[in-house]
């Protein structure tokens, strides 16, 4: 799979334009991985259990093999998906800490 072409932007204002269109289409999709994490934490229901070592390994791999068919560093996108990772994680075990009160 090859990446798509990317536009050339004239202005910073369009880029910065983009990237507001771009986080309005990404946003949506943060909150269907949020609802996915939550659907975790109540099926697991044990804080010591939210972070899945072998899990989060599998989940950046596919981050890179994902990020170099779009064209993107596939190192940039392993970080970024580690930071999320750890900020969902911890997002889990708190709604599962909630849980048992």
Known sequence: MSAPARPVYA???EVRAAI?????????LM???????????RIKN????????????QVAEN????????GLDPDLADRLWRAMMTEFIAHERRLMERARG
């Not at 991985?33 to 975790?40: G, T």
């Not at 044990?46 to 390994?57: G, K, M, Q, S, T």
């Not at 890179?64 to 068919?69: F, G, S």
């Open 63 to 70: 981050a890179r093999e994902l990020a170099a068919a779009h």
């Open 20 to 28: 507001d269109a771009l986080d309005a289409e990404l946003m949506p």
């Open 46 to 57: 044990d804080p010591e259990i939210a972070l899945v070592p072998w899990r989060v390994e």
């Open 31 to 41: 909150a269907a991985r949020a609802h996915c994490i939550a659907e975790a934490a």
């Open 11 to 13: 202005s910073m204002d």
